[in-house]
């Protein structure tokens, strides 16, 4: 198959910047500039810069232009020595888990822990009116059991919401469950028995983690490079060597990393699963909180039901509501029946009271005024830890989610880090727990869903115990 | 040990019903009256009658005396033969209730399925009051998570309904979930894997033998009587002859046949599993809808945290609000990781508003007005039965809950008349769901939760059914 033109273009550019020609930081040129320069369509250039935007190469800012974006420049296509040692292992990882459960919610403390849309944006005036009304109503459905696939006018706004990320999901293809974690949850019973082997890519959600070691489950980690996510060659070569029963991937706005995949590997990765008959479970539970554009699923590649795309709106309206989904393709059958002996149903008067929310427009209203104090808070976190970490610390620079990426110098350790700023009564999420591997120790996750001035001590402190 | 003095009066009663001296609805000697003959307390004799009554020999009717009631008289005590069986037995067990699902919650139909307090009796404005309230409140508790163990004046409130069964449950002893299928839930996968070996009585609870079918669990039935439960000469016959991993029981108001387990069994029950160190899952879910007096718990029976009580108000308030909870005893810690692991938490505004409803002394006032409705359909029912259905059909006779369980004289096929029945459009239970092998054919659960015209018009139906 030919190379289009505009992966043509975009290509040269990452040479460009590959080689250096381009640092971070430098303006490229215009749309229109660069249509004039190659004798192109503008609407091909645009194309390439979309593709570039996407891989996390460069970045728009409004009435300005382009820029490149700072980047890691991490090898990650591993060795053959490394391919040897990518072997299914057994998931042993619970001492600071645990801890990190106990600490995580003191109210006292400031937590840079959780993701997503932070409580105080939440909508609470307009949504205790939805479920007064659901539980008020006549009809009584609040009362009832909202049986499994879950109340029809909820899975509806879901499909209707699909649009944006590429699917065209019908109601019938979405069950609701508590939250994305649920349906993870789901997913991984209806597919797999104890002793099955499940890959991912490294680092990832440590929730996962120990739910992989609570249902017996072996893991390969796969390197994943840090701008455009897991090694498709790696993923082959261990598809090929192992007996692989089912691949996880956060494929945008991704956890811990924050990188998007970009929409060609996405496509690749579904065709070669598919190829396989190996199932994909995708968590897209960031993909609503797009900065500029929405990232299309990989489910949108998907033709024949092998991905099980779950997500919620725990990160965008409010984790306590516990509403989430699935759509699990050729496994719904499976899915649904775990769905009822889990726990029969999700409650009815939160079902009822978001189904609401998002046909009136609510959600959409919301996310366009969240999404400016986020991209701000976001920025504003980068900024005040480019100035208090130590000298040579990398900052992911996400297009979407909350979460921060930090590596510091090496040999500095965040485990160390994360008992000191327990002390200050400060909490995040230190590197190690996002691999079962002895790695990125002197890397942490930070959140930055919420940003004010006792926001920014915090980041000067973690700054301050970085450099002692 | 001697038998206490009240234990030696209930069993010459027991002894005089046997032997047909005392009938059905016969009135028995007033306390005073008993006291007075055999020159004993008045209190012993009260003891005596409280332990018939709980064993369903005999009822009481207020402002008028006690009376004999209906029982089944069948054999429970297990032939040589018959234990020879009892060995562990895969589940496999599925056409049935995909059909139930499909067709349990039909708009237009009548469901005699759903047990519990009905629907409509929802205390929907008081309800959307405290929901709405939780909401809008401005700690946020509602948007954020309320995780594990769950909120903390909903588990006070809990641990203070506890007492009434015999329980002296501290907060810190109770886990919220998603109603108590997921307490069931939680306590099998922190104690089994795949494989392992469940004992239950039998019947029981369809979605239960479900469940250890979608866990690949291994099940021994034991035959209980339907006046007392499980026969505890069985039980440890199949504990010393095979490897049992834990005992699920539910001790009162019995899913589906109504009986109480007698106090004294429930201890030695609990005393049994605690000396062979095999924890036992205790369902109580339809303990707080007794008729005059709450039953206690087997728990209330547990002295070293070897029992696993698992509750709801999904009976009680209404099912939709999926609020339950589990006291796992000296599980406490794997069941709570578990929790975490599966769906994060339970829904914060659902926990707030029920603790709410507690609190203010909602739930005892909503229970008085709604169990004087039950307790009346529950009769209109069974006399309903007793007219329309075959003679000599047998009808349960419960002291709580909303069941029925009905014999129907042999060789009448319960699974046909549910065919038929649902080509009117008439939904209930029928007998051979509860149980792995071909038994309780000629039996059908109905649920007394709604008593109208409708309904008993769907008595004669189903009653000319089984005369067909």
């Not at 040269?12 to 249509?35: C, F, Y």
């Not at 997503?116 to 005036?125: T, Y």
């Not at 019938?172 to 993870?184: F, K, L, P, R």
């Not at 919420?450 to 301050?464: E, F, H």
Request: aromatic share 10%; net charge neutral.
């Amino acid at each position: 198959m030919r190379t289009p033109r505009y992966e043509q273009i975009a290509e040269k550019i990452v040479t460009l910047i590959h080689s250096g020609a381009l640092k971070e930081g430098d303006k490229i040129p215009s749309i229109r500039q660069l249509s004039h320069e190659l004798s192109v369509g503008v609407n091909t250039v645009k194309e390439a810069y979309w593709r570039l935007e996407d891989r996390n190469y460069i970045t728009v800012v409004p009435q300005s232009g382009y820029y490149v974006k700072n980047r890691f420049n991490e090898r990650v296509e591993p060795s053959e020595q490394d391919l040897k040692q990518l072997d299914p292992k057994k998931v042993t990882f619970c001492r600071v888990y645990s801890m990190f459960r106990d600490n995580a919610f003191d109210k006292n403390g400031i937590s840079l822990a959780l993701s997503g849309v932070a409580p105080d944006l939440w909508p609470k005036k307009r949504f205790g009116r939805y479920l007064m009304d659901a539980a008020s109503d006549n009809d009584l459905l609040a009362a009832e059991y909202l049986l499994p696939p879950g109340y029809t006018l909820l899975r509806q706004q879901i499909a209707r919401l699909g649009l944006s990320a590429g699917l065209t999901l019908s109601p019938d293809d979405i069950i609701v469950t508590n939250g994305c974690q649920e349906a993870i949850f789901l997913a991984l019973m209806a597919l797999c028995k104890p002793g099955d082997t499940i890959v991912l890519e490294s680092p990832t959600y440590f929730n996962l983690l120990q739910l992989l070691q609570a249902l017996n489950l072996k893991v390969i980690e796969i390197p994943s490079s840090p701008e455009e996510g897991i090694s498709l060659d790696t993923l082959k070569f261990v598809i090929e060597n192992h007996p692989v029963k089912v691949v996880f991937s956060i494929p945008n706005f991704n956890n811990p990393r924050g990188f998007v995949m970009p929409s060609w590997k996405k496509k690749e990765m579904a065709w070669l699963l598919e190829q396989s008959k190996i199932p994909l479970i995708e968590d897209d539970i960031y993909g609503d909180l797009y900065f500029h554009r929405r990232p299309d699923a990989c489910k949108s590649h998907d033709e024949t039901g092998n991905v099980l795309y779950c997500s919620s709106f725990s990160k965008t309206i409010a984790p306590g509501l516990r509403i989430g989904w699935i759509a699990p393709g050729k496994f719904y059958e499976s899915v649904i029946e775990m769905k009822m002996l889990l726990n029969i149903s999700t409650a009815s008067v939160n079902q009822i009271a978001v189904a609401c929310f998002l046909a009136k427009g609510g959600y959409e209203r919301h996310l366009r005024k969240v999404k400016g104090k986020l991209i701000e808070n976001v920025q504003s976190m980068r900024n005040e830890i480019l100035l208090h970490f130590p000298d040579s610390t990398r900052v992911s620079n996400p297009s979407g989610g909350s979460f921060l990426w930090v590596e510091l110098p090496e040999p500095i350790d965040t485990e160390q880090i994360y008992q000191d700023a327990l002390a200050e009564n400060i909490l995040f999420s230190p590197g190690h727990l996002f691999s079962l591997q002895n790695k990125f120790t002197n890397c942490m996750r930070l959140s930055a869903s919420t940003w004010n001035l006792k926001v920014a001590d915090t980041i000067q402190i973690l700054g301050r115990l970085c450099k002692r």
